[in-house]
């Protein structure tokens, strides 16, 4: 069955770095585009960031833009998020989800496989 199952979350300085990651299993990782979002208490889901299946195109939400990377490793069957420059509204619960096909998207409903996510708290 497919699996997703984050890591690397926890608290972290304003202007910190955090690099999570997205271990998949059960379907070809290659075959699909996959993204990362997140949830804050109270919040709708939103999205964060977004790679194609071969990894040479992604999207970001204008909040992360240039202080987010996201990247994959195709033969470790990883995602990866690298987050620098922290600030406390990145606080929140990260998840990792496998988009419907091969392109990034950005909408909840086009994702069919999450993961149980991973807290991130930045401190003022």
């Known amino acids: 069955q497919v699996r997703l199952v984050e890591s690397g979350g926890g608290l972290v300085q304003a202007g910190g770095s955090l690099r999570l990651s997205c271990a998949a299993s059960g379907f070809s990782f290659v075959n699909y585009a996959m993204g990362w979002f997140r949830q804050a208490p109270g919040m709708e889901r939103e999205f964060v960031a977004a790679?194609?299946?071969?990894?040479?195109?992604?999207d970001y939400a204008e909040s992360v833009k240039a202080r987010f990377t996201i990247s994959r490793d195709n033969g470790k069957n990883r995602l990866y998020l690298e987050m620098n420059s922290l600030k406390p509204e990145d606080t929140a619960v990260y998840y990792c989800?496998?988009?419907?096909?091969?392109?990034?998207?950005?909408?909840?409903?086009?994702?069919?496989?999450w993961g149980q996510g991973t807290q991130v708290t930045v401190s003022s």
């Open positions: 989800a496998r988009s419907r096909g091969a392109w990034t998207e950005s909408a909840p409903p086009l994702y069919d496989f």
């Open positions: 790679i194609s299946w071969s990894g040479r195109n992604t």
